[in-house]
Structure formats: structure tokens, C-alpha cells
């Protein structure tokens, strides 16, 4: 049985990639620090929803759940912690998502950044290559095409006018994974992800704050007075675009790095958004509009034809379906009426 480390395993993305990864039988180590950038609740909460006793998590102690998933709460920054733990269990491949997240929380907290995302990937890198690892899969953003204005954004597009730094730190990666696979012949995958939502979704992201601010009868603020677009993408798609991946034998690769968009393909107004939004929720939304934010750009839009091509990516959820999941579940997880 094959196995597989997956990187911020209590994030959004890492506890659907390790649910599914598990479903279709592999063996699943996920690390995660655990910090509080957001929620540790939240965290604890996927972790557990992966079978994983949250009552039992001591630094650094492999905790056994169900499903074939186990868990071990691990610093990227600990080099050495992340050394015993490549070399005790031998993955097969790795599948890396952890990172410091927030565009507009690296102008604020900088070096959170340069620690996570550079260093820690780095880390990541030494290990694939010092154990041999068959393939690395490992998370960029969309956030790279910075200022491009051309659409729709396809890889082979200019990307050296990033906004933010956390997007400086994500286009690092990528470099560092040319490296790495140029000189010492790693296997590596890159996915520039394009806006993800659904049930588990983070407290920074559009979805969860508005929903939470309309419950409460907050306004939401609406940036660049609403004129903005974003390539929304349901939490199943990017799962299947990143688990076809995996299970893809990539050896009939030309190149050792490959990179692809992962996305719906289809940009949505930011209007429409709430609207959808209002709609699940039964509540029109008090708006609060506003200029642009730094560190924003006013669209995204993803070409996934290279990826479509590759392994059949077909995104499936539209946006109406994927806010009413979103909604269902934050109702249910907490607890509103």
C-alpha cells in the first residue's frame, strides 16, 4: 500500500486531500503545526473528522486514526523532526499544502511567511530528494499572475508582477521546485489553485466572513465597490484535480516540473456571489463598499485546459450548489438556527 504525507492536514484543502486519499486506499500521514492564524478549533475539528482523537495530540507523537489516516503535529520549521519522520516512514509521495495563507496578513506579518513558505518548503524539497520520494505535489496559487491582464490566465503567461508577498512566496516556490527538480531529478507537480470555498473553509476567506457578518447582522465590506471577479472553485473539484494527480503516473512526463491551473475556468462578479449567498441564506446582505485593498488584484480567471488534457480534470460543482453546501454545513457546525 502506497504512502502518502500530506502537508497542513488540518487545513481546508489537506483534510478533504487526506479523506479522499484514504477512500481510495492509500496510507496517509498528515502533519500540520497547528497554528493560530485562524481557528484552532476549527483545525481540531477536521482533524476529527478524519477519525483523529484531538484529545491525544502531543508534539511530535504519531496518532493513529481511522480510515488509514494517521496524524502528527510537526513544525515545518523543525528540520530535524521532519528528517525522523521522512526517514521512519518512507512515503511513496507527498502531497504538500501546508503554508502561512492570508494575502493581506504577510503586509502585516512578513517573515511568518519567509519561515513557512520558503523555508519550510524547502525543507519539504531536501527531504523528497534526500529519501527518494517518487513525486511531489505541492500547492502555488493563483495569486502568482499578480497584475497579468491577460484572459484567461494560462501558465505559460508572464508572472513576475506579484502584489503581495505571500504571492512572492508562492512564485519562490515554484523556482525552487524548477531547482530541485532540474538538479537533483525530483519529480514535481505544482498547482496554481484559483479561489477555493466549501464546508471546512477558512475564517479569512469571502464565504465564511460574509456568511458570519449576515447571520449576525453585520455589513459586509465589498471591495473596489464590488467590481471584482473571481474564478471560485468548490473544495470536490480541486480534490479530484490534485488526488488524479497522485494516482497519475507521471514518469511519462517529458518535464521533471510541471505546473498547472486548477480552477472552475468560469469568473464570477463578486456580485453575483452574494447574491448566491443571499439566496442560501434566506438574508440580504448590509454592504459596506469600499476601494480596492492592497495586495488585491481585480480578477482571476484559470485556462485548466492543460490540466483537462492531462487527466481529465472536469469541475462538476457550480457556484449555486457549492454556496448552498457551504451554507449547510456552517449552519449545522455551528449550531445556527
Excluded at 508572464?158 to 519529480?187: C, F, I, R
Excluded at 485593498?293 to 484559470?302: H, I, L, M, S
Aim: hydrophobic share 40%.
Amino acid at each position: 500500500m502506497a504512502k502518502v504525507l500530506v502537508t497542513g492536514s488540518a487545513g481546508f484543502i489537506g483534510m478533504h486531500v487526506a479523506l479522499r486519499l484514504a477512500e481510495a486506499g492509500y496510507e496517509v500521514v498528515g502533519i500540520d503545526n497547528l497554528n493560530t492564524y485562524y481557528s484552532v478549533d476549527l483545525k481540531l475539528a477536521r482533524l476529527r473528522n478524519q477519525g483523529i482523537a484531538t484529545n491525544e495530540i502531543q508534539y511530535n507523537r504519531v496518532l493513529k486514526g481511522a480510515n488509514k489516516i494517521s496524524f502528527v503535529q510537526i513544525d515545518l520549521a523543525d528540520q530535524h523532526e521532519l528528517i525522523q519522520l521522512f526517514e521512519a516512514e518512507q512515503f511513496k509521495y507527498v502531497v504538500h499544502l501546508a503554508a502561512q495563507a492570508g494575502v493581506r496578513y504577510s503586509i502585516e506579518n512578513p517573515h511568518a511567511y519567509i519561515d513557512s513558505n520558503v523555508k519550510g518548503f524547502l525543507d519539504i524539497l531536501e527531504c523528497c530528494s534526500r529519501f527518494k520520494v517518487e513525486h511531489l505535489v505541492y500547492a502555488s496559487s493563483s495569486s502568482v499572475y499578480g497584475t497579468n491582464e491577460q484572459v484567461p490566465f494560462m501558465e505559460d503567461h508572464k508572472t513576475e508582477a506579484q502584489v503581495s508577498l505571500y504571492a512572492a512566496t508562492k512564485k519562490a516556490n515554484e523556482a525552487m521546485a524548477n531547482s530541485y527538480a532540474n538538479v537533483h531529478g525530483l519529480l514535481v507537480t505544482g498547482l496554481r489553485c484559483f479561489t477555493v470555498y466549501g464546508p471546512y473553509g477558512r475564517p479569512d476567506m469571502a464565504l465564511f466572513k460574509f456568511t458570519k457578518k449576515i447571520l449576525e447582522g453585520d455589513a459586509i465590506d465589498v471591495y473596489n465597490n464590488g467590481n471584482l471577479e473571481r474564478d471560485f472553485t468548490y473544495i470536490d473539484d480541486i480534490v479530484d484535480g490534485i488526488t488524479n494527480l497522485v494516482t497519475l503516473n507521471p514518469n511519462n512526463r517529458a518535464e521533471r516540473h510541471a505546473i498547472y491551473n486548477i480552477g472552475r475556468g468560469k469568473p464570477v462578479r463578486l456580485m453575483d456571489f452574494i447574491e448566491e449567498l443571499e439566496s442560501a441564506l434566506g438574508v440580504e446582505a448590509k454592504k459596506n463598499y469600499l476601494p480596492m485593498q492592497a495586495g488585491d488584484v481585480p480578477r482571476t480567471w484559470a485556462d485548466t485546459s492543460r490540466l483537462e488534457m492531462d487527466t481529465k480534470y472536469a469541475p462538476k460543482v457550480n457556484l449555486k450548489e457549492g454556496v448552498a453546501q457551504f451554507v449547510d454545513w456552517y449552519l449545522d457546525h455551528y449550531k445556527v438556527n
